[in-house]
T-cell receptor, first 114, second 118 residues
Framework: DSGVTQTPKHLITATGQRVTLRCSPRSGDLSVYWYQQSLDQGLQFLIQYYNGEERAKGNILERFSAQQFPDLHSELNLSSLELGDSALYFC?????????????FGPGTRLLVL | GQQLNQSPQSMFIQEGEDVSMNCTSSSIFNTWLWYKQDPGEGPVLLIALYKAGELTSNGRLTAQFGITRKDSFLNISASIPSDVGIYFCAGQKGHEAESNFGNEKLTFGTGTRLTIIP
């Protein structure tokens, strides 16, 4: 158990709909990252938040948005869903040491858009 | 999006055999990480490497951070059935890069699927 929790585990919805994925980082971790895993693109970085502020953006579509709340949990909002958005969505939180930073992943949310 | 070149793509081995896989990049990374992913689960961290040339072990697993900082290797000795899964390398630019922002994201390899033949 990495200590990172994600809900829901599975989500089935229809095209055009909007969903919210939730992530709670490990206790004390300030950074939250969102990644998308699809068969054709592999694991791809979407967005990073650090202590409530957006820190970096990757290949995140404009239809997607995220936020991190004062209690450090994060939500990823996916809107106007398309069939191609079906994927596994992971969040990770990180701990920094004098050596460097290590990211720990949650169990993921499997999204199926029909 | 960018993915690191990881090879082999898949491996079929017998229990007890040793396994080697590697990951290469066209750009430098300051941290290399190796993860294992079981079906329907999140990636689990196996080994973290923070220094060029570093050789680190975790039980039967040994990983090396290449001297050029553009590659990394993972070896598994005396494989057992629970080693089955997909192994991913991941590179991170880290804090030595020009800007501290956006360099903590991980760039993942294409994965190596390990299967153990009975």
């Amino acid at each position: 158990d990495s200590g990172v929790t994600q809900t829901p585990k599975h989500l089935i919805t229809a095209t055009g709909q909007r969903v919210t994925l939730r992530c709670s980082p490990r206790s004390g971790d300030l950074s939250v990252y969102w990644y998308q895993q699809s068969l054709d693109q592999g694991l791809q970085f979407l967005i990073q938040y650090y202590n409530g502020e957006e820190r970096a953006k990757g290949n995140i579509l404009e239809r997607f948005s995220a936020q991190q709340f004062p209690d450090l949990h994060s939500e990823l909002n996916l809107s106007s869903l398309e069939l191609g958005d079906s994927a596994l969505y992971f969040c990770a939180s990180s701990v920094s040491s004098t050596l460097g930073e290590t990211q720990y992943f949650g169990p993921g949310t499997r999204l199926l858009v029909l | 999006g960018q993915q690191l070149n990881q090879s082999p793509q898949s491996m079929f081995i017998q229990e007890g055999e040793d396994v080697s896989m590697n990951c290469t990049s066209s750009s430098i990374f300051n941290t290399w990480l190796w993860y294992k992913q079981d079906p329907g689960e999140g990636p689990v961290l196996l080994i973290a490497l923070y220094k060029a040339g570093e050789l680190t072990s975790n039980g039967r697993l040994t990983a090396q951070f290449g001297i050029t900082r553009k590659d990394s290797f993972l070896n598994i000795s005396a494989s057992i059935p629970s080693d089955v899964g997909i192994y991913f390398c991941a590179g991170q630019k880290g804090h030595e890069a020009e800007s501290n922002f956006g360099n903590e994201k991980l760039t993942f390899g294409t994965g190596t699927r390990l299967t153990i033949i009975p």
